[in-house]
């Protein structure tokens, strides 16, 4: 099969998008989203989206871990989807579309900065030294200090593979308050099994975290290693968030064509 693809990234966190709008990838395998995202022997990639037609809306996103499976919400692939979807033409400053969660709104502006629209969060578990929260993917926090000199891969890999975790997997995030508005995040996604150089939706939940841990702002400024997102939401009265809204740049890479 010959595929033409593009490459985006939103703060480092890569992927490979496909234009599926006339059904031509819609029986793409799990062995070929595996090779396509892998770093030696495909494009690479942290995941892999197809840009469906949707009946209701601008468009379908239906997203791929780099394992191959299909996964949960990725917020970083909804703001490059975005963009994707302005490149194509099919949006001009706003977007709605369906994910695997729902609908979501996005709006991205001329210097491809991308503001998402996430679902409420209403259930925050608080244990003695972590949190655990759905922010369209489930999500382990926990705030610590020196995270820069982490070993993230071995130490997200003993909490994902964890007697609670390994069944169904939890992404880690590991979280250093910098200052009363900002946060510095890395996280371990499952799917890829590794560190990733931002996650949105990790860096959403640690944001809301953030606010149930210290009482902190509902307007959040995080560090990740491939750049800065901000985190913008609304405590409700059941101890839950809404209105909540990741925003941060989505650029296009490069794109090609491969046979598969």
């Known amino acids: 099969m010959q595929i033409h693809f593009y490459k985006y990234q939103g703060t480092g966190n890569d992927f490979i998008i496909l234009d599926n709008r006339d059904s031509n990838y ?12 892998d770093r030696h022997f495909g494009i690479g990639a942290d995941g892999l989206m197809l840009l469906n037609t949707s009946n209701e ?24 989807i975005t963009a994707f979807a302005k490149k194509l033409g099919l949006i001009s400053t706003s977007a709605i579309f369906q994910a695997i969660d729902g609908k979501h709104t996005a709006t991205i502006d001329d210097q491809g900065n991308v503001c998402l629209k996430m679902n409420d969060v209403t259930h925050i578990i608080k244990n003695d030294t972590y949190f655990e929260l759905n922010t369209g993917s489930p999500h382990y926090v926990h705030f610590t200090e020196y995270v820069d000199e982490m070993d993230m891969k071995k130490e997200g890999k003993l909490i994902r593979y964890s007697p609670k975790y390994k069944d169904e997997g939890i992404n880690v995030n590991f979280v250093e308050v910098l200052s009363n508005d900002t946060l510095f995040v890395r996280t371990y996604e499952r799917g890829v099994e590794d560190e990733t150089l931002s996650c949105g939706t990790g860096v959403t939940a640690a944001a809301i975290a953030f606010c149930a841990e210290a009482n902190g702002p509902q307007q959040v400024n995080v560090k990740t290693l491939g750049g800065q997102l901000q985190v913008l939401f609304e405590a409700d009265n059941n101890h839950g968030v809404k209105n909540v809204h990741l925003s941060g740049g989505a650029e296009f890479v490069f794109k090609g064509d491969i046979e598969v």
């Open 26 to 37: 819609s029986n793409i395998t799990f062995e070929q989203v595996k090779f396509l995202c």
């Open 57 to 80: 809306f601008d468009f379908e996103m239906k997203y791929y871990n780099s394992d191959g499976n299909e996964s949960t919400m990725c917020g970083n692939g909804g703001r490059c």
